[in-house]
């Protein structure tokens, strides 16, 4: 088992993301159809296109500069919310993980705990809104634990992932207070949040990128 | 002068408003719409980088004065002031006002030369404005 996030496995993360956001953009269209404006598939597709057309001219660049320019990519493209969200994110993260030539799981929780912050910082969204906090937080919060029991990095981001799958299942009875969905008051419950399914589908991401790796 | 930046989900909306509100200072006031996502497939939507781009092409010692329309407008107004100088980040004004009404006030007032504070206070205010127009017609 590869027991590093290496830049060869950020570049496939992302360029796994762009794959997979490609494949659900229908499916993440309609879940936003039904609580907001039905662009959230779009918008995503949109945004990771263009990060996967930058990356091979980042090739050679380091995992702060890889995650920094997906960040700006990102800000400039999407479109939505998601835009500057995921934007600060990947900022964010690009911050926590500077001058990494490969990231173990304290530098990975480094790289989370950044990037949700920067999200929440944005978005003033707290746990609980139906946004896509609701996967991500939980998913933090797996991986210190399970960084505090000694688990692989593997092992770890597997949790993390799982804990993030969850939080997205549970954003569907919430009401939402955040974001398009918000104005629909009661009527949003009782769907699963679009921008917690792409926080879970990045993630996820990231987990078959790092297994992968692994061979 | 203040500028006044209208950031919009759409240029066509933004464009609009800003004619309506040239009629008012007659073209004096700078006045810059951004919207849009460049995407003719998903026209709509708001680009961070453009809006600060927008701040810059309007910006004076007087300051900004930044009207929204919907839902992310808002936060890709606030992620466009990262990319400012500080010098310019720290005269920017986001108003709460509606963008119609408020652009309305707001290019009517800055083309008269009032303060920022005097032309945020009204065009935050002018909703008001228009309930008071309505005078319990609602």
Redesign the interface.
């Known amino acids: 088992m590869a027991e590093t996030i290496t830049r060869n496995v950020v570049l496939s993360w992302l360029s796994n993301t762009a794959a997979v956001l490609q494949e659900n953009r229908d499916y993440l269209v309609e879940l936003d159809a039904e609580i907001g404006?039905a662009?959230h598939g779009?918008?995503m597709d949109?945004g990771f296109k263009k990060v996967a057309s930058l990356l091979p001219e980042l090739a050679e660049e380091t995992i702060a500069s890889i995650l920094k320019k997906t960040g700006?990519a990102l800000?400039?493209?999407?479109?939505?919310?998601?835009?500057?969200?995921y934007?600060?994110f990947f900022l964010r993260a690009s911050n926590a993980v500077s001058g990494k030539d490969e990231l173990q799981t304290p530098d990975l929780v480094a790289l989370l705990r950044a990037g949700v912050e920067g999200i929440l910082t944005?978005?003033k969204a707290q746990p609980g809104d139906k946004t896509m906090v609701d996967a991500l937080q939980p998913a933090l919060e797996a991986l210190e634990k399970a960084r505090a029991d000694g688990k692989t990095l593997t092992s770890a981001l597997q949790d993390a992932a799982q804990a993030a799958q969850e939080g997205m299942h549970a954003t569907i009875p919430l009401v939402a207070k955040k974001?398009?969905a918000s104005y629909l008051g009661e009527r949003s419950a009782g769907h699963q949040d679009p921008g917690a399914t792409s926080s879970y589908l990045i993630l996820n991401s990231l987990l078959d990128s790092l297994e992968d790796d692994a061979g | 002068m203040i500028g006044i930046v209208l950031a919009a989900h759409s240029m066509t909306l933004a464009s609009a408003v800003k004619e309506v509100a040239d009629l008012m200072s007659r073209g004096s006031v700078p006045i810059a719409p951004v919207g849009g996502t460049g995407d003719p497939d998903s026209p709509f939507g708001s680009n961070p980088i453009a809006i600060a781009e927008a701040i810059q092409e309007v910006d004076s010692e007087d300051g900004v004065l930044v009207f929204t329309d919907v839902g992310s407008s808002v936060i890709g107004v606030v992620q466009a002031l990262e990319f400012l100088p500080d010098s310019t980040r720290g005269r920017v004004r986001l108003c709460p006002g509606p963008m119609v009404e408020g652009a309305v006030i707001a290019a009517a007032q800055a083309a008269s030369g009032s303060s920022m504070e005097m032309v945020f206070q009204d065009a935050s205010n002018a909703l008001q404005a228009k309930a008071a127009q309505m005078g319990g017609l609602e």
Do not use: E, K
């Open positions: 404006d662009d779009i918008n949109r700006m800000i400039s493209s999407v479109g939505g919310a998601s835009g500057p969200l934007g600060t944005l978005g974001g398009r």
